[in-house]
């Protein structure tokens, strides 16, 4: 076993509620997507690469996903349920468990506050408290360790704006 860099990513910019019958069907604005599309650019410009993207299954994140894929960040896309609002993140850890086994070592998910934030509280601190805020398109980057458990001693890197990326 090795140790993990987690990058937690938010969906983009999506159409407003009221403009959809259902929020499982919100899909990113032409802003959401142009904005997506240069964080993933930045991203790629400083040589990120990931394993695996993992993605909610609600339309927003799975674009987010695509943009990722398409900029040439991984080449491996999957949905993941567990991803979507109100997941629970011991599904998460489970998975994580069988594919640290498999020598992964970059993993992206991408998903919704405030699950995304709550996770990153989690793993560093053993518990939510409310303190950090993921904006749309943002990232937290998290050391997992090498060994033992990582729900309260995974390392935070980075914790990004998307603002930093797009100016």
Same mark, same amino acid.
């Given at each position: 076993?090795?140790?993990?860099?987690?990058?937690?990513?938010?969906?983009?910019?999506?159409?407003?509620?009221?403009?959809?019958?259902?929020?499982? %069907?919100?899909? *990113?604005?032409?802003?959401?997507? +142009?904005?997506?599309? +240069?964080?993933?650019? +930045? @991203?790629?410009?400083?040589?990120?690469?990931? %394993?695996?993207?993992? #993605?909610?299954?609600? !339309?927003?994140? +799975?674009?987010?996903?695509?943009?990722?894929?398409?900029?040439? @960040?991984?080449?491996? @896309?999957?949905?993941?349920?567990?991803?979507? &609002?109100?997941? %629970?993140?011991?599904?998460?850890? #489970?998975?994580?468990?069988?594919?640290?086994? /498999?020598? !992964?070592?970059?993993?992206?998910? !991408?998903?919704?506050?405030?699950?995304?934030?709550?996770?990153?509280?989690? *793993?560093?601190?053993?518990?939510?408290?409310?303190?950090?805020?993921? /904006?749309?398109?943002?990232?937290?980057?998290?050391? *997992?360790?090498?060994?033992?458990?990582? !729900?309260?001693?995974?390392?935070?890197?980075?914790?990004?704006? &998307? /603002?930093?990326?797009?100016?």
């Amino acid at each position: 076993m090795s140790e993990i860099n987690l990058y937690i990513i938010r969906h983009g910019i999506a159409v407003d509620p009221a403009e959809c019958s259902k929020d499982a %069907d919100r899909a *990113l604005t032409k802003e959401g997507d +142009r904005k997506t599309r +240069r964080i993933a650019q +930045r @991203l790629k410009e400083l040589s990120l690469k990931f %394993d695996i993207i993992l #993605t909610s299954p609600l !339309v927003r994140a +799975r674009q987010t996903g695509q943009i990722l894929l398409e900029e040439g @960040l991984s080449s491996k @896309l999957e949905e993941f349920s567990a991803l979507a &609002p109100e997941g %629970d993140i011991k599904n998460w850890l #489970t998975w994580l468990e069988i594919t640290r086994e /498999k020598g !992964v070592k970059e993993i992206a998910i !991408v998903g919704h506050e405030p699950n995304l934030s709550q996770w990153a509280e989690t *793993l560093i601190w053993g518990e939510t408290k409310g303190v950090i805020l993921l /904006k749309k398109a943002g990232i937290i980057g998290l050391n *997992l360790p090498e060994t033992g458990s990582i !729900v309260g001693y995974s390392e935070i890197f980075w914790l990004t704006a &998307p /603002k930093f990326f797009i100016g």
